[in-house]
């Protein structure tokens, strides 16, 4: 029999309660190569709703635009099971295509939520995050439109992406922020030393991103795995072929703690971010079916303070090498 996913969080005091796992879906589309089969990652979004999975992961940029339309496209006959979160805050070209210049101008925001409602084939966004902090738009007057599309019923909540502590405790002073969505894993930990404990302080829920460190957790990648041409982890300093050798005892150590449970060092990593708080809910995406039974399962694994404090022990005697994004993008994020 197929897992299950029964269990429920909350993120946050805001009340928005979702399956304890999310689903990433811009793998889906870009990102990992050239884009899936349509009707077969609507066959795996619907599986995943019949799984128990509620939450879902896009972005106006990612395509642009075609993972909303694959999502409005498999979801509308769910509408009723799923909570569907979206981004905005990137300049999109009259042609359509994306350039890497941010942009979260009230205007551009509203103009965003309305192809997005559409997009998805929807009446309200569920959970609508800035992308990345726009440092040409105050935080406030970001806040401040989001707060608009909620009074006007377009959108239910407001997130944020890859933002710094001052920048969510200004934005939550004007609408109150639902989720904060970073990258957080066994192989990224910078969020522990001041946006986990802020988040706690404002009741913020926290949804990481690349749970399983773009796959490398898993225990599949090694120095030797050559990505695709159109694959993002061509360009990360963290996914060079000298990175990932070195990088191989962090792999070597989740396998270790991994086999005392039984499961894959993947479940681990993601049963150590869901022991972490009760208001993380973490979002890895996958093109396979049977990745993502691996991941609902995860949730099944109750670790203990003390197991996460031996995890953490072991862990801390290790480094890390290599960037987890070029300098540029690197640039985007933390403001």
């Not at 962090?250 to 894959?264: D, G, S, Y």
């Not at 003390?306 to 801390?316: P, S, V």
């Amino acid at each position: 029999m197929p897992p299950r996913l029964e269990v429920r969080r909350r993120l946050g005091d805001a009340g928005l309660e979702v399956s304890a796992l999310g689903l990433g879906c811009m793998g889906m589309t870009q990102g990992y190569g050239p884009a899936a089969d349509e009707r077969a990652m609507i066959a795996l979004l619907r599986t995943a709703v019949d799984r128990g999975i509620t939450f879902f992961d896009t972005a106006q940029v990612y395509g642009p635009h075609v993972n909303e339309a694959l999502l409005g496209k498999a979801l509308a006959p769910l509408r009723d099971r799923v909570v569907i979160a979206t981004k905005f805050g990137f300049h999109i070209d009259a042609d359509g295509q994306a350039r890497g210049d941010l942009d979260s101008r009230p205007e551009s925001i509203r103009r965003t939520a309305e192809g997005s409602l559409q997009r998805l084939g929807l009446e309200a966004i569920d959970l609508f995050y800035q992308h990345r902090v726009d440092p040409a738009v105050p935080i406030e007057e970001v806040a401040g439109a989001v707060q608009d599309l909620i009074r006007a019923g377009k959108v239910k909540h407001f997130g944020l992406s890859e933002a710094g502590p001052r920048t969510i405790r200004r934005a939550h002073a004007v609408q109150p922020v639902t989720a904060l969505q970073s990258e957080y894993s066994l192989w990224w930990r910078r969020p522990e030393a001041e946006v986990l404990p802020l988040l706690e302080e404002l009741g913020i829920g926290f949804v990481p991103f690349s749970p399983l460190g773009g796959g490398f957790l898993t225990g599949t990648i090694d120095e030797h795995t050559r990505f695709d041409g159109d694959d993002d982890r061509n360009d990360m300093p963290r996914f060079t072929a000298d990175a990932r050798r070195a990088n191989r005892a962090l792999v070597e150590q989740l396998r270790l703690v991994a086999r005392r449970w039984q499961i894959t060092p993947g479940q681990m990593a993601l049963a150590w971010l869901l022991a972490k708080k009760p208001w993380i809910v973490p979002i890895p995406g996958t093109r396979k079916l049977e990745r993502l039974d691996e991941s609902i399962a995860a949730a099944d694994v109750e670790l203990t303070p003390e197991d996460l404090r031996q995890i953490d022990r072991a862990f801390a005697q290790l480094t890390v090498h290599g960037q987890r994004y070029p300098e540029e993008l690197e640039r985007m994020t933390g403001l």
